[in-house]
């Protein structure tokens, strides 16, 4: 039997559409082209009702690649979000350890310098305190030995008069001398301007008028006032140059403790800051200590001269 010849370029064109189905299948596993032969009428079955589970080996893999890289991404970012949040963390912590650390450090200057401050206040006091108890105990021995007796009179009559004069010659050598030599260093270490010297001069002064000048003028009065109660038996039968000698010691006792001894401190501090900066004019308390030492210069002055000169007294 003879075919027709219309059927040929079908059967044809089938063929060739098949064959190269089979060699694009051999050369991609993962992509069937699925092409309509030409001059067929049989339909194609879609591909939109194909299962999920039926797809290519290829597909499923880019899909679950896909979703792998977007996990791993996901990843990465919540990763450097969760770094970016510890640094953020750690340097919330390090501002606020800091913070915390110069605010007691604050605190602890703050309390260091208060504590300062109390401490100089409370030695300031005691200072004042002392120095009163002082004045108010030689005070009294001059009155009590001036008005009422000699006091205490046992110790003062049983004592040789050969050491009553022996310490109050000693006695006011040494306050004499201590205020007149103290002034003159005073004044160099001033004029000088040198740091070292200023520091060492107002750093040791009140130890030498609280170890030597002070115990001295102390002395001085109460062996004059027992030299006194040997030649006069009380102080209030003395001659006037005795009275007036006593009374000029006393007197410098007072002008001395109120306007020396009270402002060495205050001096001290001013010749720290004045070192500090030495183009500052010279601080005003150290030019008023000038005036003082001066004032108590001419009160150890008249002091000798009275005794010595005994004036009004013709015995």
């Not at 991404?73 to 110069?102: A, F, P, W, Y």
């Not at 006792?253 to 030495?278: I, M, P």
């Amino acid at each position: 039997m003879t075919r027709s010849p219309t059927y040929v370029p079908i059967i044809t064109a089938n063929a060739l559409s098949l064959f190269a189905n089979q060699k694009a299948h051999a050369f991609s596993p993962s992509f069937r082209i699925l092409r309509r032969p030409a001059f067929t009428t049989a339909p194609l079955r879609s591909n939109h009702h194909r299962p999920l589970s039926s797809a290519s080996p290829s597909s499923r893999l880019f899909a679950v690649g896909g979703q792998t890289e977007t996990q791993e991404k996901v990843e990465t970012t919540t990763d450097h979000s969760n770094d970016d949040n510890r640094i953020q963390n750690m340097q919330d912590k390090g501002i606020q350890q800091l913070l915390e650390s110069e605010s007691l450090a604050t605190l602890e200057d703050k309390d260091g310098s208060s504590t300062d401050v109390s401490d100089k206040a409370n030695e300031k006091v005691w200072e004042l305190v002392g120095l009163g108890t002082w004045i108010t105990g030689l005070s009294t021995f001059l009155l009590v030995n001036n008005f009422v007796g000699p006091w205490p009179a046992d110790v003062l009559e049983a004592v040789p008069v050969q050491y009553f004069g022996l310490t109050h010659a000693l006695a006011g050598m040494l306050f004499g001398g201590g205020i007149i030599l103290t002034t003159l260093i005073e004044w160099l270490a001033i004029a000088s301007k040198d740091g070292s010297v200023l520091s060492f001069y107002f750093g040791k002064v009140p130890i030498l008028d609280k170890c030597v000048v002070l115990p001295a003028l102390t002395a001085s009065i109460i062996s004059g006032v027992g030299l006194t109660v040997d030649h006069y038996d009380t102080l209030g039968q003395a001659p006037a140059h005795v009275t007036g000698a006593i009374s000029a010691l006393l007197a410098f006792a007072v002008w001395w403790a109120a306007t020396d001894l009270t402002t060495q401190s205050a001096a001290k501090e001013a010749v720290d800051e004045w070192v500090k900066d030495a183009t500052q004019d010279t601080p005003k308390i150290l030019e008023l200590r000038k005036a003082s030492n001066v004032v108590s210069c001419i009160f150890v002055a008249a002091i000798y001269a009275i005794m010595v000169l005994k004036p009004g007294f013709e015995g």
